[in-house]
């Protein structure tokens, strides 16, 4: 018998907007958003003689670094990684099953450790790196996964009969897929360049050592370097302004288009036989990017590691190790619970309000680190000397600064910029494993938190280790938000390895960075089987 259930079930009409979860959920997403906003109004306050000065020499430098480094990076992975794609998808070719998962590894390598592996090949082979061509070949090689994964899942989706027909009408395979794959592919293919370039407008660590000077690398200047929080603060908004340019470029382009090609006369394309030159020339051209973006930093830091020995990274190293772990750990625990919150509500209450706030969440990993840092940091600043204000008031006392620099200012910047990472799988197991049944526990009378922990959690238990991971992950190899917000004298793998490659210690930096890159390889693997878990065989 089948028992029709109005959404929302459990709360009159009229409490659906103000229930506990809509009110929760609104709370929660405007409290993360306050730095975002804070950084935004900073353009509007009164500049510094330093912002001055900025723009009167730097100002250009960075931004003709910033286009360059973006337009570059985004040309390659472009090329590697729809290439591959097309590739595994559409052929078969020798050590094409291992190639199709192992294409994705450069993801667990950081860009940061990436360079310093890479920093060394002038004296190995004569070429120079450390310069914006370097910059853009190292951070292109660990990035393209991005474009890879994304065009992986979209060309699997594509119905096998359209690309035959157009071959039985005697156009080549090539021909196929760039006139009618690559099309039906370009809206997903574009949400992968904008997600690498997002990381791109982040990165700090490669550009850094490698001393090119980008938006990123100015804030650091102007924050440590001038002491001028009004100059970073105009920095870090007008490196929002340009994410935000991006993203609305990127939504007018895909505009209200919708490719779909399941229909009933839907089956997976079946990948062709390459032989002779050709099937070792596919199979050298995809194991080019594993061997330069994985192998070989891999390799690099492994002779290092001999080298230097194990702990050559200093007597702390446990401790740092540790440190590492449990923040990336609270770190996860507490977005994943965040996200939970904010999916279930979406799920609960199917109004635009809690709809929009759902998608303003998606503004934290948008933004750069350095830019969230900075809003976070001038927000609790604020805060805090508000209380002291208030405290000195009542009861006559001076405490020192209490949030700031504290390791849950570090924690509340992690969930902002990393919160739609759990939010996107957590929805989407939502959706796809919990649709009647939950429906037909609040009709029985459950209230809609007994149904979360009852029947939602359990059967999302899946989604929601895959979206920790991705979020601790992604933690662990943080480095230009943690090296702003951490508290004095507290390290993390990903700092202490910058720092030592910046005291020019690469080597003895080596096992903290086999440790990030070991740890960052299981979820890589995790996601790709995601992803891509109807890759033809």
């Known amino acids: 018998m089948n028992v029709a259930v109005a959404p929302a079930a459990g709360y009159p009409r009229w409490r659906q907007r103000l229930s506990p979860w809509s009110v929760g959920a609104a709370a929660m997403i405007s409290v993360l958003l306050v730095p975002i906003a804070v950084v935004a109004l900073s353009m509007l306050g009164r500049s510094s003689p330093t912002w001055q000065h900025i723009c009167d020499t730097v100002l250009t430098t960075y931004l003709w670094n910033t286009a360059l480094l973006v337009a570059g990076v985004g040309a390659c992975t472009l090329v590697i990684g729809v290439s591959c794609a097309w590739l595994v998808t559409f052929y078969r070719f020798p050590g094409r099953a291992v190639l199709s998962w192992a294409l994705v590894l450069p993801f667990a390598i950081p860009t940061y450790i990436a360079a310093y592996c890479y920093a060394?090949?002038?004296?190995?082979?004569?070429?120079?790196?450390?310069?914006?061509?370097?910059?853009?070949?190292?951070?292109?090689?660990?990035?393209?996964?991005?474009?890879?994964?994304?065009?992986?899942?979209?060309?699997?989706?594509?119905?096998?009969?359209?690309?035959?027909?157009?071959?039985?009408?005697?156009?080549?395979?090539?021909?196929?897929?760039?006139?009618?794959?690559?099309?039906?592919?370009?809206?997903?293919?574009?949400?992968?360049?904008?997600?690498?370039?997002?990381?791109?407008?982040?990165?700090?660590?490669?550009?850094?050592?490698?001393?090119?000077?980008?938006?990123?690398?100015?804030i650091f200047k102007v924050w440590y370097g001038m002491d001028d929080t009004q100059g970073a603060m105009r920095l870090a908004a007008t490196l929002m302004m340009l994410v935000l340019a991006l993203l609305l470029l990127e939504r007018l382009q895909r505009g209200r288009k919708q490719f779909t090609t399941c229909g009933s006369d839907y089956r997976p394309c079946m990948p062709g036989q390459l032989r002779g030159s050709v099937s070792w020339l596919a199979a050298g051209w995809c194991t080019l990017p594993v061997l330069l973006g994985f192998l070989f930093p891999v390799g690099q830091l492994l002779i290092w590691l001999k080298q230097s020995g194990a702990s050559s990274f200093g007597a702390g190293f446990a401790k740092i190790a540790g440190q590492s772990f449990v923040l990336a750990s609270c770190a996860a625990l507490t977005?994943?619970?965040?996200?939970?919150?904010?999916?279930?509500?979406?799920?609960?209450?199917?109004?635009?309000?809690?709809?929009?706030?759902?998608?303003?969440?998606?503004?934290?990993?948008?933004m750069p680190g350095a830019v969230i840092a900075i809003g976070v940091m001038v927000t609790v600043v604020a805060a805090d000397r508000g209380v002291l204000r208030h405290v000195a008031g009542f009861f006559g006392a001076k405490p020192g600064l209490i949030l700031t620099s504290s390791i849950v200012v570090l924690l509340f910047?992690?969930?902002?910029?990393?919160?739609?990472?759990?939010?996107?799988?957590?929805?989407?197991?939502?959706?796809?494993?919990?649709?009647?049944?939950?429906?037909?526990?609040?009709?029985?009378?459950?209230?809609?938190?007994?149904?979360?922990?009852?029947?939602?959690?359990?059967?999302?238990?899946?989604?929601?280790i895959a979206a920790a991971l991705l979020v601790f992950v992604d933690v662990l190899k943080?480095?230009?938000?943690?090296?702003?917000?951490?508290?004095?004298?507290?390290?993390?793998?990903?700092?202490?390895?910058?720092?030592?490659?910046?005291?020019?210690?690469?080597?003895?930096s080596a096992i903290g960075a086999l440790l990030i890159v070991a740890t960052g390889i299981v979820p890589i693997l995790i996601l790709d089987r995601l992803l891509c878990s109807k890759r033809p065989t």
């Open 120 to 218: 060394d090949l002038q004296d190995l082979v004569g070429v120079d790196m450390m310069n914006l061509p370097g910059a853009i070949l190292v951070v292109s090689l660990v990035l393209y996964p991005y474009v890879y994964l994304i065009t992986c899942s979209t060309l699997q989706g594509q119905s096998g009969r359209i690309l035959e027909s157009s071959q039985s009408l005697g156009r080549g395979a090539a021909y196929s897929f760039w006139r009618l794959g690559f099309p039906i592919a370009r809206p997903a293919i574009v949400g992968g360049m904008t997600l690498v370039t997002m990381e791109v407008l982040n990165e700090y660590g490669a550009v850094h050592y490698y001393g090119v000077d980008t938006f990123t690398t100015g």
């Open 335 to 366: 977005t994943v619970i965040v996200a939970v919150i904010l999916a279930y509500t979406v799920r609960l209450h199917r109004s635009r309000l809690i709809t929009a706030l759902s998608k303003a969440s998606a503004l934290g990993y948008s």
């Open 413 to 464: 910047a992690y969930v902002l910029r990393y919160l739609t990472v759990a939010v996107n799988p957590i929805e989407a197991g939502f959706e796809r494993l919990c649709g009647s049944m939950d429906e037909a526990s609040r009709a029985l009378g459950h209230s809609p938190l007994k149904t979360l922990l009852q029947v939602n959690l359990p059967l999302a238990k899946s989604t929601l």
């Open 478 to 508: 943080e480095l230009p938000l943690t090296l702003i917000l951490r508290p004095t004298n507290f390290e993390t793998l990903a700092t202490k390895t910058f720092e030592l490659a910046g005291e020019e210690m690469i080597a003895q």
